[in-house]
Every structure is written in structure tokens, then in C-alpha cells.
């Protein structure tokens, strides 16, 4: 089986790698690139676990091949925090105790994180709708949803 060379941007930075026609951008990020915060969990979408940004959007890694990020901008957990300052939402989350295994805070923190870029000024109901797409079985999602509002309030201050 032949491999496809992909030129990308992760997190900010070029990256190259080689890929089979079937691998997911998933795949790629945890195995070849080392960036192992997005999760795999359920392979079908369904969890968000492994939700990343492509291009701007909201994406579920593990739906995307990876030769389909050719040129493409990605944006994982790993490139919430600048060095050693967290993001506005991890802080929050902390602050909040918005987790508890983990499995799901990355796809989550993303999630949020596109939400806010795109509207910064989110109600409760929206925050809901736009985490739907995104599973966690520890937490209920109260201290999440509380978490993400109180970083758009802090966020549109600064």
C-alpha cells in the first residue's frame, strides 16, 4: 500500500508526514506526531473525544483521513496553552473542577474553545447545544457549562 506525503500546520507549526489511504488524522496526531491529548474513544464520532479544529472547524479527528489534511490548518489540545500560561478555559475548568478522569477535557476544551471564537458571548442553551456532540460520564456537565460561560464573560473583558 502506497503512502501520501501531507504537508500541514499543527498548533502553528509545519508538519510532515506519511500516511496510508485509511489512517485518520487521529491516527497521525497520536502515533506519528506524538499529540496524544485528543482521545480515541468510540471511532464513529459519536464521543468527541478526539475533537480537534480543521481549517475553523470543529472536527471529530477519527472521521477525518488523514490525507485530507493536505495544506490544512489543525488545532489540537496541545496548543490551548502558550508555554506554560493556560488557556482561559483550562483555568476555568480547573477552577470549576469541570473533570475528573480526563478521557473527555480535551475534545471538550476544544470544542468550547470554537465555540467562543465563534460567538463570544454564548447563552447557557447554546453552550449545551454546541457541547452536545461531546461525552463525558463523570461529571454531568453543569461545572463544564458553568466553566465555559464564566471564560466568555472573563474573555470578552479582557
Given at each position: 500500500?502506497?503512502?501520501?506525503h501531507v504537508s500541514a500546520v499543527v498548533n502553528g507549526d509545519p508538519v510532515e508526514f506519511l500516511c496510508t489511504p485509511e489512517q485518520t488524522l487521529l491516527d497521525v496526531l497520536r502515533d506519528d506526531l506524538d499529540l496524544t491529548g485528543s482521545?480515541?474513544?468510540c471511532s464513529s464520532g459519536d464521543c468527541?473525544?478526539?475533537?480537534?479544529?480543521l481549517d475553523g472547524r470543529l472536527v471529530c479527528s477519527c472521521l477525518v483521513?488523514?490525507?485530507?489534511?493536505?495544506?490544512?490548518?489543525?488545532?489540537t489540545i496541545e496548543g490551548m496553552a502558550k508555554g506554560e500560561e493556560l488557556h482561559p478555559l483550562q483555568r476555568r475548568f480547573l477552577e470549576h473542577a469541570?473533570?475528573?478522569c480526563g478521557i473527555c477535557t480535551p475534545g471538550i476544551l476544544i470544542a468550547a474553545k470554537a465555540l467562543l471564537e465563534r460567538e463570544p458571548d454564548p447563552s447557557e442553551t447554546e453552550v449545551r447545544f454546541w457541547l452536545a456532540g461531546n461525552l463525558c460520564r463523570c461529571t454531568g456537565y453543569d461545572k463544564i457549562v458553568r466553566a465555559v460561560l464564566d471564560t466568555a464573560a472573563e474573555m470578552r473583558r479582557s
Open positions: 500500500m502506497s503512502k501520501r482521545k480515541e474513544c468527541g473525544a478526539c475533537s480537534v479544529i483521513l488523514s490525507a485530507e489534511a493536505e495544506g490544512k490548518r489543525i488545532e469541570a473533570l475528573q
